[in-house]
Each structure stands twice: as structure tokens, then as C-alpha cells.
């Protein structure tokens, strides 16, 4: 599953994507990509939930 961030700054899109995976219970995300255009900023990631049984 990907997941996107989005904001008016690359940093702003972070905050964004982290709000975001952690509203899905904190699964684990790799960047895989990030573009400005137009003065906005997005990030894709890739989400990893945790198996059943494992993580914390």
C-alpha cells in the first residue's frame, strides 16, 4: 500500500506522510519518492504492516 503527504514545503509533506501512517497505527514506510511542482510538495511512501504477531 503507498501512502502520500502532501504540503507547501518537502518538510511540511513529511510531517504530513507521518500524521498520516500513524493515524494507520504507525506501520512501517520507506520514502520511494518525492516531487514539487507549482510551489507544493508530495511524498509517497510505502507501508508495511506488520505482520500478525510480530512488531511491539
Keep these: 500500500m503507498y501512502l ?3 504540503g507547501p514545503s518537502e518538510l511540511h ?4 506522510l ?3 501512517r500513524r493515524a494507520l497505527g504507525g506501520a512501517e ?3 520511494v519518492s518525492s516531487a514539487q ?3 507544493h510538495w508530495s511524498v509517497v511512501a510505502e507501508i ?6 510480530e512488531g511491539p
Design 29 to 31: 514506510a520507506s520514502v
Design 4 to 6: 502520500i503527504g502532501t
Design 37 to 39: 511542482e507549482g510551489g
Design 48 to 53: 508495511r504492516p506488520d505482520a500478525a504477531g
Design 18 to 20: 507521518d500524521r498520516r
Design 13 to 16: 509533506a513529511h510531517i504530513d
